[in-house]
């Protein structure tokens, strides 16, 4: 990460990137409610850059949580995150910014997705534009009901610029993939999960939280290296 490209982020402040664990579960938080958790400059830093000052290291934190199984990425408040703030887009514009950019956050979703817990994604209220990049890089995708779910790049003039377009085509296929990025529908929870983006839906945060305890019953070392297995499978490598 640049100097230039983490001052730009620092001037963007607000909110925080939240990191617990409890049990066999750890959270990863978007915290900044009171912006439906819109992701700002300082909220990206805190996803592991690391220049001069501004030392935040999150997602270097998540191989400290050996003892857990299950990740779930989440957001406070009502919704999960409604995108990131448009007037830092604009800001990182620029062919050499915009690259950075791209690298930097795809890096941060290349974590999530390479983590040896299983992530899940808990959608509720709204997941927006970048959003979706970030819930696509997760192994599992759960959502209330009356999410609210938005690839809304393309109304911006802009592409998926943090990797996530991979992980979207991986998960529902290329032809659906171009369908929602280029028309940039906002689909309820349940054309979500038609289209193959949800995997599940849930009415309570009762209900949610039984199904991630449901994930560990049989063993932290069990559930990671089920995922294990699908990513050597995925890399060619069956025998690990």
Same mark, same amino acid.
């Given at each position: 990460?640049?100097?230039?490209?983490?001052?730009?982020?620092?001037?963007?402040?607000?909110?925080?990137?939240?990191?617990?664990?409890?049990?066999?579960?750890?959270? #990863?938080?978007?915290?900044?409610?009171?912006?439906?958790?819109?992701?700002?400059?300082?909220?990206?830093?805190?996803?592991?850059?690391?220049?001069?000052?501004?030392?935040?290291?999150?997602?270097?934190? #998540?191989?400290?949580?050996?003892?857990?199984?299950?990740?779930?990425?989440?957001?406070?408040? =009502?919704?999960?995150?409604?995108?990131?703030?448009?007037?830092? *887009?604009?800001? #990182?514009?620029?062919?050499?910014?915009?690259?950075?950019?791209?690298? %930097?956050?795809?890096?941060?979703?290349?974590?999530?997705?390479?983590?040896?817990? @299983?992530?899940?994604?808990?959608?509720?209220?709204?997941?927006?534009?970048?959003?979706?990049?970030?819930?696509?890089?997760?192994? *599992?995708?759960?959502?209330?009901?009356?999410?609210?779910?938005?690839?809304?790049?393309?109304?911006?003039?802009?592409?998926?610029?943090?990797?996530?377009?991979? %992980?979207?085509?991986?998960? *529902?296929?290329?032809?659906?993939?171009?369908?929602?990025?280029?028309?940039?529908?906002?689909?309820?929870?349940?054309?979500?999960?038609? *289209?193959?983006? @949800?995997?599940?839906? %849930?009415?309570?945060?009762?209900?949610?939280?039984?199904?991630?305890?449901?994930?560990?019953?049989?063993?932290?070392? @069990?559930?990671?290296?089920?995922?294990?297995? #699908?990513?050597? %499978? =995925?890399?060619?490598?069956?025998?690990?």
């Amino acid at each position: 990460l640049s100097s230039q490209l983490a001052e730009i982020l620092h001037k963007w402040p607000g909110g925080r990137i939240d990191l617990t664990s409890s049990d066999d579960i750890a959270r #990863l938080v978007l915290n900044r409610p009171e912006k439906s958790n819109c992701l700002s400059g300082e909220m990206m830093l805190h996803f592991g850059g690391r220049v001069k000052r501004y030392d935040y290291q999150v997602f270097k934190e #998540l191989s400290t949580f050996s003892s857990c199984g299950v990740l779930v990425f989440e957001g406070a408040g =009502r919704s999960f995150c409604s995108g990131a703030e448009l007037g830092l *887009i604009e800001k #990182l514009s620029s062919p050499s910014l915009g690259s950075e950019m791209f690298r %930097y956050m795809s890096s941060v979703l290349a974590t999530i997705r390479s983590s040896s817990m @299983v992530s899940v994604a808990r959608l509720h209220g709204h997941c927006l534009g970048g959003a979706t990049e970030l819930v696509s890089s997760c192994d *599992i995708r759960v959502a209330h009901k009356e999410t609210k779910i938005g690839f809304l790049q393309s109304r911006m003039g802009i592409v998926p610029s943090w990797g996530g377009a991979a %992980y979207l085509e991986s998960i *529902i296929g290329r032809g659906a993939a171009l369908r929602v990025m280029t028309t940039a529908p906002i689909l309820t929870a349940a054309e979500a999960k038609d *289209i193959g983006f @949800v995997d599940m839906l %849930y009415d309570t945060e009762e209900a949610f939280e039984e199904f991630v305890a449901s994930m560990t019953r049989n063993g932290v070392d @069990v559930c990671k290296a089920q995922k294990s297995m #699908l990513n050597a %499978y =995925r890399e060619g490598n069956p025998d690990g």
